[in-house]
């Protein structure tokens, strides 16, 4: 009689995390290189926030050299993001890099 293999729910669930966090973090790290290849010698500065399952937020920020000043970077942010998330939404909910497509109307 052939024996059965028995699963723990607990190490698949850790495992899956692991995959989906691994694949978060690949994608973090192109939109980064997108970012930075699309400014290339023009990058100036940059804002970033992260978080986990729990909604415990981590950010980073460097204001560089140019007209953002550090108190302006959060009103900046929310603008930007303001505006992936609009065409996201246009988009039918797919997930687009703004470094990574033209305007249509360019």
Same mark, same amino acid.
């Given at each position: 009689m $052939? @024996?059965? $293999? &028995?699963? @723990?729910l607990? !190490?698949?669930r850790?495992?899956r995390r692991? +995959?989906?966090? +691994?694949?978060?973090?690949?994608? /973090?790290? @192109? #939109?980064?290189?997108n970012? *930075?290849d699309?400014h290339?010698?023009n990058? +100036?500065?940059f804002a970033?926030?992260t978080w986990?399952?729990?909604g415990?937020m =981590? +950010? *980073? /920020? ?6 953002v000043? &550090? %108190?302006?970077i959060? #009103? @900046?942010v929310?603008?930007? /993001?303001? =505006?992936?998330?609009?065409?996201? &939404?246009? =988009?039918?909910?797919e997930? &687009? %890099?703004p470094f %990574? !497509?033209?305007p249509?109307?360019?």
């Amino acid at each position: 009689m $052939k @024996q059965r $293999k &028995i699963v @723990q729910l607990a !190490y698949v669930r850790a495992e899956r995390r692991a +995959s989906e966090a +691994s694949q978060v973090r690949r994608t /973090l790290f @192109q #939109c980064v290189r997108n970012a *930075s290849d699309w400014h290339g010698a023009n990058l +100036s500065g940059f804002a970033l926030v992260t978080w986990n399952r729990a909604g415990d937020m =981590r +950010s *980073s /920020l460097s204001e560089g050299h140019g007209p953002v000043s &550090i %108190d302006v970077i959060p #009103c @900046q942010v929310r603008d930007a /993001l303001n =505006r992936h998330v609009a065409a996201e &939404i246009v =988009r039918n909910g797919e997930v &687009i %890099d703004p470094f %990574d !497509y033209e305007p249509e109307d360019a």
